[in-house]
């Protein structure tokens, strides 16, 4: 059939076939992101994304130069009195070890931050969680709401370590904003003041004993084998630790012993395999809580391993060699590694690149229980100390009363070299620190030998830009 | 023929008209410059009368008139002609634009003479330029229009430019322009692969009255380029090519020689390495010049051949070209073969074509703009001069500075990064007039930009690198590791268009054009990238990598992901009104739906309007003087939808991996309140052209104002740690003057000296921030306030050394007091890094078919962070190569000096480290030679040119660096800005001989 098409419908034809291909050409959605959690297996995702920022270099993670915070892995090891900065440190964190640190310091504001990234993680899924708290999900809910509250109050715990000008339980000192909910639409909504040291123990507090709760609705076997997540046993652990900086001796023994009850401490060929790479996958029974490494993870890249930044003085080194045992082991210990300068350096080798990371374990709980029986007048306090050496295979001691405060103290010392202790220890007890090897006389970078406890570096400052966006928040004393 | 003998003619013709009646007949012709060339494709019309046609490609019309009607000849080729028909075959001959790309001015969807454009656009005369021996072309724009911002920044091979146009209109947004090749979009920065050779006219459009018809996408300006077409007959050929040296230009970093560096070991900095006297001895024999080690002179070559011609019906143009350029340093370099193929034809009333171009290139390349200590062009500042690169055996030295310096000539000779891309670009159309209604023409235009890049670095097993990663702790690369990577993305353009064009009233002193669009835009990119360890056997690619297992803990990594997911769909429509050719007015509107906003905020509507007036056709204008005077406004809003990502309204849960299992971490906050960012622009102008055109120039005034600026706020950590958030807050105005001038200074018939110059100065205002705040943080070193630019530095200043003690001294926040703490809270806001004042120019001497031509560039007013020189001052580095400056550095109490003592903490957030980016630089000098027609004719071609050119060959400046010039494309740090330098490559600096060839 002849037809002759008028012009207009050639024209409408041709528009048609041109938007033929694609009917709502402007719908599009992401392929490698969601954008709301929509089944309970997102939820897991989630929860094991909060997890994942432990992993990141301000929280745990510390790659072997680039000054990254590394704030509770590395940093408060560099800071204290058992690391010098060695010759070979390309100086990153010196302004950190150097406690000379301002307000726009940059690893205080990854401190600051990195733990409240993880605290809205948990916040947003705990949105998501009651929808699944009922039915066939209900248990694996309830074990997800304890894991989920444990980060929650050990993140803000960890910012209370630096941000916190004073550990007392009912200090009505400021502490850091405790932070319980996430909406992601209007972040500038919600500008929190901080919130008081006593506050803080007090949130801290109950969300540890409402993970206890959830956990045991959700009949939690304390049979983490992998290590890698928070079961009871954790939270047992993070309130003792609580506990111990708040001085609250009772509380920390009633809370060792449950977790001391049910992992207590391995001997010396276990100690030392908790951080061989082998065990890594199958932590020893020690092991309470390993942020796994992912082939990402290096807690200790400044201060452990064949190139550190840090090296470990000449007087804990002597008390090292003194105790022998476990500690001078090659795989915890390294003594006479050669370095520049001509300095034959002791050096940490816990952590000599990807490892996991050993949040909690046996030694640490052992060792805090038998600290606050002494404080506590118990005499059992030296038998938990001897237990300790006995499985380290080191001598044991007889001592007593404040010969044997010190030999606890000192040990933590030892045992907890090189996991991110040291500066806390200092900042809740003495605030001083004496360097012997200082500037390049003595070997190392740093130059700032005596530090004492009038300085202001005891308490970080809350970061310059946090104060900028949100002025509710105080700046701590002298910044 | 002027326009009076016009006026009079026309007059005559109307008289004439009114009293004969003569039988229409058919008149035919052809179309002729004065030259003899042939002009196709002219429009001819009968005077007052819908009877219209067109030339063919060979000149020739056919058209039916009567006896004393006037035909009026037009094309953009030529100067409009009417004439009167006197006999039925009537040979016409016109005169020809003295160059006639510099008359018109392409839009992209259709040409306008510069007569009736009302817009703001500059035409950039690609044939000045094209031969310079720089791949991006990008690069070679630098100084060419006014309000064009390039900043070249580096010396590499194939890098891309940072190209602004009018400042920066956004503070998260892109601020790229819009690039158009033959109506198709191509992505910006992305010119390594495209052969400039091929390009016919580049036209850079600024105003919104100009920008309007590319809506959303041509809210940063638009630079609007077309390839070369072939004419009707004889088939021409052409060779271009050249060939030259690039060497390496001056480092104002002073650096310490071996005596200087162990003298300053020992007298000042204590002694770091605690070297023994022997060891000082040895050293002293020992005096490598880094520089010699890395850098060699650079070899480049490029050729092109081409063809064009075609039948009456049939045009066609192409090319094959050959680029090969070697960087000034090590094994580096830029490799690529391009062709293309444009062919149109005519077949009645429609019009058809294709204009397709694929390139290849290889880029060898090394890091640029980061702090890393394996960064060659970091650790040639960070060597110790004392240290040798090669062992006696021919081996790569060992330094005491490992594993935190490794040996920059095996980083670049074993390791580095590799990539090739393959880039094609095409359109087809087909335009043909609407039967049945008179000047009505339908077009489709269709084309797409394809572009792969595949990247592969590699770090060989037993190279430092390898050791430095086993030594750090980094197990899994220490025995040595490959990572390749690709990425496709394709964008395609379709676009429908109905033009209309009419004249009417008497004598059609009325002219109408109107059109109306439709155009789908469409990106999608893909990716995918993986890293495999472990490479031990003598393969340098995948085929070395030992198998993963938990042991070795070889596991390879992989990524990927969709780079690019967007459409962008118009409607829009323009009208174009002249009266008497005299009086313009343009207006356009459109309504742009983008598929990165919610639905409920995702279309947006606006226009523009425009307005020219020739004023020197006016009876009144009686000023001898000036020829040619046109006053221009225009005004218009255009919304901003580009460089803020695929999703960014969207709350986003990204992939992480822990203990071995799935993770999902919230990478973004969710917006749905993110709309547009929306753009006003006001923009007046006048043109000139004084002394019988011998002077030529325009000057433009603007002003811009940005509503709803993207801008990611810092978000307070208790809101969500690092989160990502984008929103739409805060003002910023953009205001700014334009000159242009051209200048034949001498024109004479054996001798000319033309002098072409451009200057543009653009002021940037941050007008309104979010919440009624008047300061918000903005990357490292850099914060936005209320009534300062964009870019604006955030720092302490520095006071100098106190010669009492040898301490920094600061100036507080009270502008006044000095102290010795360094205290953020004194951090003050200081001078941009956007360089407001810009220019370019050029001299132009032609005696005898020999001309020398001098091109400079020229900006200032801008700072620049040195983070270079910060890395050769800081305390802490004088184990490494240092800065000369430290020579001075305070010792002994009452020593005035600018160089504190060398135990103080260095703070790096100060003005100790900012420094003036201002430059005049001589960007290209060249010496040509055309062979007279005489020599030509006896040799048998059509045109031969020889040339010898010197590009960047000294720049005047303070900046102790390689280059001022520092661009934001080649930052390793994401959240720095242009502003700062990091390993910076030497920019380039070459000369070169070349020919061009026609025959």
Redesign the interface.
């Known amino acids: 059939m002849k037809m002759k098409l008028k012009p207009v419908y050639f024209m409408l034809m041709l528009l048609l076939t041109a938007f033929m291909a694609c009917k709502k050409p402007l719908d599009t959605m992401p392929d490698t992101s969601l954008t709301e959690l929509k089944t309970f297996d997102d939820v897991r995702n989630a929860l094991r994304g909060a997890y994942s920022g432990f992993q990141t270099n301000n929280y745990y993670g510390s790659p072997a130069a680039s000054g990254s915070a590394s704030g509770w892995s590395s940093l408060p090891e560099l800071m204290g009195d058992d690391f010098v900065e060695a010759l070979e440190s390309l100086g990153n964190w010196n302004v950190m070890s150097e406690m000379i640190y301002a307000s726009d310091n940059a690893q205080a504001a990854g401190i600051f931050v990195q733990p409240y990234e993880i605290i809205s993680r948990v916040n947003n899924l705990l949105i998501y969680l009651p929808a699944y708290e009922t039915g066939a999900t209900a248990t694996e809910a309830k074990r997800i709401r304890a894991e989920a509250l444990a980060i929650r109050a050990h993140a803000h715990f960890d910012l209370m370590r630096y941000f916190a000008p004073e550990f007392g339980r009912n200090s009505n000192a400021l502490g850091v904003p405790y932070v319980t909910s996430f909406d992601p639409v209007k972040p500038f909504a919600y500008l929190p003041a901080r919130n008081t040291v006593k506050e803080n123990y007090d949130a801290i507090l109950k969300d540890l004993g409402d993970a206890l709760v959830a956990f045991r609705v959700a009949d939690n076997t304390a049979d983490n084998t992998s290590r890698n997540y928070i079961d009871s046993v954790v939270v047992y652990a993070m309130r003792a630790r609580v506990n111990y900086y708040a001085s609250q001796w009772d509380a920390v023994i009633a809370d060792a012993n449950v977790a001391l009850g049910l992992r207590p401490v391995g001997n010396s060929a276990a100690y030392v395999s908790t951080f061989a790479i082998a065990g890594e996958e199958a932590p020893t029974s020690e092991v309470y809580w390993a942020i796994p490494s992912d082939n990402v993870l290096r807690p200790g890249g400044s201060i452990s391993g064949s190139s550190p930044n840090y090296r470990v003085t000449a007087a804990m080194s002597a008390v090292l060699q003194a105790q022998g045992g476990a500690y001078v082991n090659s795989g915890i210990n390294r003594f006479n590694q050669a370095g520049t300068g001509g300095i034959q350096r002791t050096l940490c080798w816990k952590y000599p690149g990807l490892r996991s990371f050993k949040v909690f374990r046996a030694g640490e709980l052992l060792l805090m229980r038998a600290e606050a029986k002494q404080r506590t007048n118990d005499p059992t306090a030296l038998t938990d100390l001897n237990t300790l050496r006995t499985n380290r295979g080191v001598a044991i001691g007889a001592e007593v009363g404040a010969a044997l405060l010190d030999a606890i103290l000192l040990q933590r010392r030892v045992e907890l070299l090189g996991e991110g202790h040291r500066w806390f220890d200092l900042r809740r007890t003495t605030k001083t620190i004496v360097r012997a090897e200082c500037g390049v006389a003595g070997g190392s970078r740093a130059a700032n030998c005596n530090i004492g406890p009038t300085s202001r570096s005891w308490t970080f400052p809350i970061p310059f830009n946090e104060i900028k966006v949100n002025p509710n928040l105080v700046q701590n004393q002298g910044y | 023929m002027t326009r009076e003998n016009l006026r009079g003619l026309f007059a005559f013709v109307i008289g004439l008209f009114s009293v004969a009646f003569v039988q229409a007949q058919t008149v035919t012709g052809k179309i002729t410059s004065q030259t003899g060339e042939p002009q196709p494709f002219a429009t001819v019309q009968v005077k007052g009368t819908q009877t219209i046609t067109t030339a063919d490609a060979q000149g020739n019309f056919s058209i039916k008139a009567k006896q004393g009607d006037v035909l009026i000849f037009t094309s953009t080729f030529f100067e409009r002609r009417e004439v009167p028909v006197d006999a039925a075959v009537m040979n016409v001959t016109v005169t020809a634009t003295v160059n006639a790309l510099k008359e018109v001015v392409v839009t992209g969807y259709s040409t306008r003479s510069k007569r009736s454009n009302i817009g703001s656009a500059s035409t950039v005369v690609i044939d000045d330029i094209r031969t310079q021996p720089i791949a991006s072309f990008d690069q070679i724009l630098q100084g060419q229009a006014p309000g064009l911002n390039v900043k070249s920044g580096s010396g590499q091979p194939g890098r891309n430019a940072d190209v602004i146009i009018r400042g920066r209109t956004s503070v998260n947004g892109s601020v790229d322009p819009l690039y158009i090749v033959d109506g198709v979009e191509v992505r910006a920065g992305d010119f390594s692969t495209m052969n400039q050779g091929d390009f016919e006219s580049v036209s850079v459009l600024k105003d919104a009255a100009s920008t309007a018809i590319y809506g959303s996408r041509g809210a940063n300006g638009v630079i609007v380029v077309t390839t070369k077409k072939g004419k009707s007959g004889k088939v021409r050929f052409a060779y271009d090519g050249q060939i030259g040296v690039s060497t390496l230009p001056e480092n104002k970093l002073k650096l310490m020689n071996t005596q200087e560096k162990l003298d300053f070991e020992m007298n000042i ?6 070297w023994s006297a022997a060891e000082v001895a040895a050293f002293r024999n020992v005096n490598t010049n880094w520089n010699d080690v890395i850098f060699r002179d650079g070899i480049m070559q490029s050729h092109q051949l081409s063809a064009s011609g075609g039948s009456e019906k049939t045009t066609f143009y192409t090319s094959f070209s050959y680029f090969d350029q070697e960087g000034v340093t090590i094994n580096t370099g830029l490799e690529r073969y391009n062709g293309r193929l444009n062919i149109g034809h005519t077949e009645r009333t429609i019009k058809f074509g294709v204009n397709l171009a694929g390139g290849w290139s290889k880029f060898r390349g090394t890091f640029e703009g980061d702090q890393s ?1 394996g960064s060659p062009l970091n650790t040639v500042l960070w060597a110790l001069p004392y240290e040798t690169a090669y062992e006696a055996n021919g081996s790569y030295s060992n330094s ?1 500075q490992f ?2 310096w490794l040996n920059p000539a095996e980083e670049l000779i074993e390791n580095g990064d590799h990539s090739w891309q393959l880039k094609s670009t095409g359109n087809v159309f087909v335009e043909f007039k ?4 008179k000047n009505l023409t ?1 077009r ?1 235009n269709a084309g797409g930009d394809y572009s792969q890049v595949e990247t592969f670095g590699i770090t060989k097993n037993g190279t430092q690198a390898a050791a430095q990663n ?7 690369l220490s025995e040595g590791g490959i990572g390749r990577g690709f990425d496709r993305r394709f964008r395609s353009t ?1 676009t ?1 268009s ?1 033009t209309y064009k009419t004249s009417f009233g008497a004598n059609d002193e009325h002219e109408l054009s109107t059109a109306l669009y ?1 155009e ?1 835009l ?1 990106r999608r990119g893909r990716s995918f990238n993986f890293t495999g360890f472990g490479l031990l056997l003598p393969f340098d690619n995948e085929a070395g990598l030992v198998a993963g297992t ?1 042991d070795n ?1 070889y ?1 390879p ?1 992989v990524g990927g ?2 780079p690019e ?5 118009s409607y829009f429509g323009t009208v174009d009104y002249s009266f008497r050719n005299k009086y313009f007015l343009s207006v356009s509107g459109r309504t742009d ?3 990165r906003l919610s ?1 409920a905020n ?1 279309w947006t509507q606006y226009g523009s309007v425009g307005a020219g007036w020739i004023v020197s056709d006016e009876n009144f204008f009686k000023v001898k003087a000036i020829n040619y005077l046109k006053l221009k406004a225009s005004f218009g809003a255009v919304g901003n939808q580009s460089g803020i990502g ?2 960014p309204y ?23 309140d993110l709309t547009w960012e929306k753009r006003r622009t006001a923009n007046v102008g006048l043109e000139f052209e004084l002394l019988k055109s011998r002077i030529r120039g325009g000057v433009e005034l603007y002003q811009s104002l940005t509503t709803g600026l993207y801008f990611e ?11 990502v ?1 984008l929103s739409n807050s805060g003002d910023m105005e953009n205001k700014g003057v334009e000159v242009n001038l051209s200048f034949k200074i001498v024109d004479k018939k054996s001798f000319t000296w033309t002098l072409d110059a451009n200057y543009a100065f653009n002021k940037n205002t941050i007008k309104a921030l ?2 009624n705040q008047t ?3 903005f990357k490292s070193f850099q914060a936005l306030q209320v009534g300062k630019p964009l870019n604006s530095f955030y720092l302490v200043q520095y006071a100098g050394v106190n010669p009492a003690n040898g301490n920094s001294q600061y100036i507080k926040a009270d502008g006044k007091t000095i102290t010795e703490e ?4 004194d ?1 003050t806001v200081l001078g941009t890094s956007d360089a407001p004042h810009n220019g370019g120019i050029t001299n132009t001497f032609n005696f005898k078919g020999l001309e020398l031509s001098a091109f400079f560039v020229y900006s200032a007013g801008n700072y620049v962070f040195n983070t270079a020189r910060f890395n050769v001052e ?4 004088t ?1 490494s190569g240092f800065s000369r400056n430290a020579l001075n550095a305070w010792t002994t109490p009452g020593q005035v000096t600018n160089f504190p003592r060398i ?1 103080e ?1 260095t703070q790096s ?1 100060t003005t100790r480290f900012l420094e003036k980016g201002d430059f005049l630089r001589l960007r290209n000098v060249m010496l040509s030679y055309a062979l007279p027609k005489s020599v030509t004719e006896k040799l048998k071609i059509q045109g031969l040119r020889l040339f010898v050119q010197g590009q960047n060959l000294y720049t005047w400046h303070k900046f102790q660096g390689w280059d001022p010039e520092v661009s934001s494309i080649n930052d390793g740090d994401p959240n720095s800005n242009a502003s700062v330098t990091g390993a910076q490559y030497p920019a380039l600096r070459s000369v070169n001989f070349g020919l061009n060839l026609n025959f």
């Open positions: 900095a204590g002694n770091p390495w605690g200590v005491v594993p935190f609407v039967p049945g209604i339908y489709l086993a030594a750090i702790g980094s197990g899994r379709i429908n109905l439709t789908f469409r938990a803990g596991i990594t992901g969709f997911n967007s459409s962008l769909l739906g983008s598929s639905p995702r695929e999703f969207l709350q986003q849960y990204g992939r992480a991996t822990y203990g071995g299992q799935g993770t999902l971490n919230i990478t973004r906050l969710a917006n749905p706020p810092k978000v307070p950590a208790t809101s969500g740690g690092n989160g958030i979010p919440d300061f918000q943080l360094y205290d953020a809270n951090l800081f305390y802490q580095y184990t135990d903490a957030q």
